[in-house]
């Protein structure tokens, strides 16, 4: 296929993607982040400090993730 037109990489294309896709998975790890908060401040539970620490290593670990794909990619 890199035969037929020449100059372009289709794998240049595939490492954007990547990267905007796990773009917008950190915003949906942000995201999750706050209706946490928000559930946990409606509803009296037992365990909301571990729902807390759960979405919030969520978040640092989607973070994380995208940055070594930057970096990687």
């Known amino acids: 296929m890199e035969a037929i037109i020449t100059g372009f990489n289709i794998w240049i294309i595939v490492k954007v993607l990547a990267v905007i896709v796990l773009g917008m998975y950190v915003i949906f790890a942000f995201v999750i982040t ?26 640092v670990f989607s973070i994380l993730v995208f940055v070594t794909a930057i970096i990687v990619l």
Do not use: C, G, P
């Open 34 to 59: 706050r209706q946490v908060k928000i559930m946990t401040n409606t509803l009296t539970l037992t365990f909301e400090s571990v729902v807390k620490f759960l979405a919030f290593i969520h978040l």
